[in-house]
């Protein structure tokens, strides 16, 4: 930096007196002594007249020259043009030169110009030369690794800071003792696996736990990316690998840490460029550097992704990742702990209780829980609370499942109709499949990109699914659409469809090409169709089934739709009243919870408590209901 500034200023100064000078030649001739006083240029007339001048210099609107007595005259003239015969009459000298200032410019500029690329190359070059000279090739920097080395002045992270996998942490243990005592190990022959590959969905803790074996281990840890090997020029990600465990050998024992990996680590063959691009020739190096490996170096490659499908065979083959450790996604136990460490700064109220939080957040990461807390937390410091509460976090979960609330949003009161009509639809026969998960919630206030939702949550972790159950999910997704029809009519459903459609036509697929539940099909995959890495799906992918064959999966995904659409129209006509009772119900009070759900349905109003030190928020005016299908006697208004 000290080098940088020096040039700097060399170069401020060499501009100030480029400039000085220049300035210098412009308004003074070189070897002129001290101007005479200007005349007047009537007095310069007169004297003309009297024939006491001797030679003038005509230099655009300047006028000097001598008398006949040999002293110098100086004048200004305005635009003249009978002056020159006036000169001539007179027998004076007349001499005309250009405007100095307008040669001495164009001709500094034309050179400037000319020589400019030139004087801008050199510069460069001498610029390169020194800082190669002087500063240890700082110039040709690109080429070193960009790995960062943290050390526990940058945050110290051991196992203590790392729950809910206490399996992945456990198998990690052996890497810390290794790097504590590797004399142990070695003495009865063992050998420390060379790499540990982390495989696990997003957000679930792998950095943190790569960071947490070199904290509870107590040695260097270098963190790199797998796109920071890449860059335009060819063998720079090369150099960079070479240049990484060269520095990793110098701090021995330590760990490196590749965060997504699969960025270069995908199969070789499959791109564009063939064996010779960049991404390979990487991939290459790091193959190399892991095999070249001393039994004696303590210099252990942990990475991280969640493709390991992705990833090349050679890089996973036993002496390079030894081990694949998956780290998953939290269960209720485990989530209940990394909700105990989210909230070790927030300040809590009594009512919080984090068993109840962990058991209504089934599926979350790591990753979710922390912005859970932290939306809770959020919320409120807005409220100006002194504690976060369960109201927060209760509302923070909802935020985070189903997207902020878009009370902003001015829906017409037939869209209102429409809305909530489709939503109890969905409650409704989500209420009477004992397969569904319980309702959560029901709202018809738009909610990130949809207009109403129906939010279920499992009583408990679940892993695998029964095909009943999975029909039943398609019968709740048919719901709203089913309620539509039945109220509305066929002709004026709405598009609020949508993603019902497409979930269920998905699922449906998946059933009957992956999941071997079609009779008609048999347990055959049919899923599984092949693409070229990089091309995109659209251009390259191909079909292993015959054209028969993809007519019969789409008949019969097409059954089971329209059978799971068959049993929703069932539901809601068998439980007309219960939909116009629900549809009511989210038309005066916008969200029900579940409880609220099913009091609505028994005819009993919900009672809620205003907050405290609120005035009492009045109800809105109940919509007017609309006229049943034919054949169907109107229903009482409640209350």
Same mark, same amino acid.
């Given at each position: 930096?000290?080098?940088?500034?020096?040039?700097?200023?060399?170069?401020?100064?060499?501009?100030?007196?480029?400039?000085?000078?220049?300035?210098?030649?412009?308004?003074?001739?070189?070897?002129?002594?001290?101007?005479?006083?200007?005349?007047?240029?009537?007095?310069?007339?007169?004297?003309?007249?009297?024939?006491?001048?001797?030679?003038?210099?005509?230099?655009?609107?300047?006028?000097?020259?001598?008398?006949?007595?040999?002293?110098?005259?100086?004048?200004?003239?305005?635009?003249?043009?009978?002056?020159?015969?006036?000169?001539?009459?007179?027998?004076?000298?007349?001499?005309?030169?250009?405007?100095?200032?307008?040669?001495?410019?164009?001709?500094? /500029?034309?050179?400037?110009?000319?020589?400019?690329?030139?004087?801008?190359?050199?510069?460069?070059?001498?610029?390169?030369?020194?800082?190669?000279?002087?500063?240890?090739?700082?110039?040709?920097?690109?080429?070193?690794?960009?790995?960062?080395? /943290?050390?526990?002045?940058?945050?110290?992270?051991?196992?203590?800071?790392?729950?809910?996998?206490?399996?992945?942490?456990?198998?990690?243990?052996?890497?810390?003792?290794?790097?504590?005592?590797?004399?142990?190990?070695?003495?009865?022959?063992?050998?420390?696996?060379?790499?540990?590959?982390?495989?696990?969905?997003?957000?679930?803790?792998?950095?943190?736990?790569?960071?947490?074996?070199?904290?509870?281990?107590?040695?260097?840890?270098?963190?790199?990316?797998?796109?920071?090997?890449?860059?335009?020029?060819?063998?720079?990600?090369?150099?960079?690998?070479?240049?990484?465990?060269?520095?990793?050998?110098?701090?021995?024992?330590?760990?490196?840490?590749?965060?997504?990996?699969?960025?270069?680590? &995908?199969?070789?063959?499959?791109? /564009?460029?063939?064996?010779?691009?960049?991404?390979?020739?990487?991939?290459?190096?790091?193959?190399?550097?892991?095999?070249? =490996?001393?039994?004696?170096?303590?210099?252990?490659?942990?990475?991280?992704?969640?493709?390991?499908?992705?990833?090349?065979?050679?890089?996973?083959?036993?002496?390079?990742?030894?081990?694949?450790?998956?780290?998953?996604?939290?269960?209720?136990?485990?989530?209940?702990?990394?909700?105990?460490?989210?909230?070790?700064?927030?300040?809590?109220?009594?009512?919080?209780?984090?068993?109840?939080?962990?058991?209504?957040?089934?599926? =979350?990461?790591?990753?979710? /829980?922390?912005?859970?807390?932290?939306?809770?937390?959020?919320?409120?410091?807005?409220?100006?609370?002194?504690?976060?509460?369960?109201?927060?976090?209760?509302?923070?979960?909802?935020?985070?499942?189903?997207?902020?609330? &878009?009370?902003?949003?001015?829906?017409?009161?037939?869209?209102?109709?429409?809305?909530?009509?489709?939503?109890?639809?969905?409650?409704?026969?989500?209420?009477?499949?004992?397969?569904?998960?319980?309702? *959560?919630?029901?709202?018809?206030?738009?909610?990130?990109?949809?207009?109403?939702?129906?939010?279920?949550?499992?009583?408990?972790?679940?892993?695998?699914?029964?095909?009943?159950?999975?029909?039943?999910?398609?019968?709740?997704?048919?719901?709203?659409?089913?309620?539509?029809?039945?109220?509305?009519?066929?002709?004026?459903?709405?598009?609020?469809?949508?993603?019902?459609?497409?979930?269920?036509?998905?699922?449906?697929?998946?059933?009957?090409?992956?999941?071997?539940?079609?009779?008609?099909?048999?347990?055959?995959?049919?899923?599984?169709?092949?693409?070229?890495?990089?091309?995109? *799906?659209?251009?390259?992918?191909?079909?292993?089934?015959?054209?028969?064959?993809?007519?019969?999966?789409?008949?019969?995904?097409?059954?089971?739709?329209?059978?799971?659409?068959?049993?929703?129209?069932?539901?809601?006509?068998? *439980?007309?009243?219960?939909? *116009?009772?629900?549809?009511?119900?989210?038309?005066?009070?916008?969200?029900?919870?579940?409880?609220?759900?099913?009091?609505?349905?028994?005819?009993?109003?919900?009672?809620?408590?205003?907050?405290?030190?609120?005035?009492?928020?009045?109800?809105?005016?109940?919509?007017?209901?609309?006229?049943?299908?034919?054949?169907?006697?109107?229903?009482?208004?409640?209350?």
């Amino acid at each position: 930096m000290t080098r940088l500034r020096r040039s700097l200023l060399v170069g401020a100064i060499l501009s100030l007196l480029t400039g000085m000078i220049l300035l210098v030649i412009l308004q003074v001739e070189p070897g002129t002594s001290a101007a005479p006083p200007a005349m007047a240029y009537s007095d310069f007339l007169d004297a003309v007249k009297a024939g006491r001048v001797h030679d003038v210099t005509l230099q655009g609107h300047a006028v000097t020259g001598h008398l006949r007595t040999g002293e110098p005259v100086r004048s200004y003239m305005p635009d003249d043009p009978a002056l020159l015969s006036r000169l001539d009459a007179t027998g004076v000298k007349v001499d005309v030169v250009p405007e100095q200032g307008d040669s001495v410019l164009s001709y500094a /500029l034309y050179y400037l110009l000319s020589w400019a690329p030139v004087l801008l190359l050199v510069g460069v070059w001498v610029f390169f030369m020194r800082q190669a000279q002087s500063g240890g090739g700082a110039a040709m920097g690109f080429r070193k690794s960009r790995a960062r080395l /943290l050390t526990e002045a940058q945050g110290h992270v051991t196992f203590a800071d790392v729950a809910g996998i206490d399996e992945a942490r456990g198998e990690l243990q052996e890497i810390v003792d290794f790097l504590k005592d590797p004399e142990r190990f070695q003495l009865l022959g063992g050998k420390i696996p060379r790499g540990v590959l982390l495989v696990g969905p997003p957000g679930t803790g792998k950095t943190l736990l790569a960071r947490a074996i070199a904290g509870e281990a107590r040695v260097p840890f270098f963190s790199i990316s797998g796109s920071d090997f890449v860059e335009m020029f060819v063998g720079v990600g090369a150099s960079r690998v070479r240049d990484m465990f060269e520095q990793g050998r110098k701090k021995t024992p330590c760990i490196i840490f590749i965060d997504e990996i699969d960025a270069v680590g &995908r199969h070789r063959g499959k791109g /564009l460029g063939g064996g010779n691009d960049e991404r390979e020739q990487t991939l290459n190096q790091i193959l190399v550097e892991m095999d070249g =490996f001393d039994s004696s170096d303590s210099v252990i490659l942990i990475a991280a992704t969640n493709r390991p499908d992705v990833l090349d065979p050679a890089l996973l083959r036993p002496g390079r990742f030894d081990r694949q450790v998956v780290v998953p996604n939290p269960d209720v136990n485990g989530r209940q702990q990394i909700l105990g460490v989210h909230v070790r700064k927030v300040p809590l109220a009594a009512d919080v209780d984090t068993r109840v939080i962990a058991r209504g957040t089934p599926g =979350f990461s790591g990753a979710d /829980l922390a912005n859970l807390v932290n939306e809770a937390a959020l919320l409120a410091a807005r409220q100006g609370a002194e504690a976060v509460t369960m109201a927060e976090f209760e509302t923070a979960r909802d935020k985070v499942l189903m997207g902020a609330e &878009r009370r902003s949003l001015v829906m017409s009161e037939a869209e209102k109709r429409m809305t909530a009509y489709h939503e109890a639809g969905h409650a409704l026969c989500a209420l009477h499949e004992p397969e569904c998960d319980p309702v *959560h919630k029901a709202t018809i206030i738009p909610r990130g990109r949809a207009l109403g939702l129906v939010m279920s949550l499992p009583e408990g972790d679940r892993y695998s699914k029964s095909k009943s159950r999975l029909l039943a999910e398609l019968t709740m997704a048919m719901g709203g659409r089913a309620a539509e029809e039945i109220i509305f009519g066929a002709d004026k459903v709405s598009n609020g469809a949508a993603g019902d459609i497409r979930m269920a036509t998905d699922q449906a697929r998946r059933m009957v090409t992956e999941w071997g539940m079609s009779d008609r099909l048999g347990l055959i995959a049919y899923g599984d169709n092949s693409q070229e890495m990089f091309l995109g *799906h659209s251009v390259t992918q191909t079909r292993n089934v015959s054209e028969a064959t993809a007519r019969a999966i789409d008949a019969e995904v097409k059954a089971i739709i329209d059978a799971a659409y068959a049993r929703a129209k069932d539901v809601l006509v068998t *439980h007309l009243g219960d939909l *116009h009772r629900l549809a009511r119900g989210l038309l005066e009070y916008e969200t029900l919870s579940g409880e609220e759900i099913r009091s609505v349905l028994r005819g009993e109003r919900v009672i809620r408590r205003p907050p405290p030190d609120a005035s009492p928020i009045p109800a809105p005016e109940r919509p007017a209901l609309p006229m049943p299908p034919p054949g169907l006697e109107p229903l009482p208004q409640p209350g």
